[in-house]
Nanobody, 127 residues
Framework: QVQLVESGGGLVQAGGSLRLSCATS????????MGWFRQAPGKEREFVVA????????SYTDSVKGRFLISRDNAKNTVYLAMNNLKPDDAAVYYC????????????????????WGQGTQVTVSS
């Protein structure tokens, strides 16, 4: 079983920045494509960004392009999400997720394709 633990959330003013981390254990990190999702109150969980096993392939939802940056450190078994120019609409609980993929360049944007999830970290953006 793969365990995922998110950290780095908090309260930030609009225009500010946060960096989320997702530390993993219990599996071979480099076997897994990773994703970040978020869920705001009263809304469905939505895809934010995904990164392939190799780290070469990334996909962002349109609303965060140019502001968010995903990266991974396979030596530290950790995936990061740098969030800049945060907006009130970015406020949500952010979840990281992992899915084992056969190919190093595969990414997944559908939450149903992910096998493992963290508990989430709250991001609050004040206007």
């Amino acid at each position: 079983q793969v365990q995922l633990v998110e950290s780095g959330g908090g309260l930030v003013q609009a225009g500010g920045s946060l960096r989320l981390s997702c530390a993993t254990s219990g599996g071979t990190f480099s076997d897994y494509a990773m994703g970040w999702f978020r869920q705001a109150p009263g809304k469905e969980r939505e895809f934010v960004v995904a990164i392939s096993r190799s780290g070469d392939i990334k996909s962002y939802t349109d609303s965060v392009k140019g502001r968010f940056l995903i990266s991974r450190d396979n030596a530290k078994n950790t995936v990061y999400l740098a969030m800049n120019n945060l907006k009130p609409d970015d406020a949500a609980v952010y979840y990281c997720a992992a899915v084992k993929t056969a190919w190093p360049t595969t990414i997944r944007s559908q939450s149903s394709r992910y096998d493992y999830w963290g508990q989430g970290t709250q991001v609050t953006v004040s206007s």
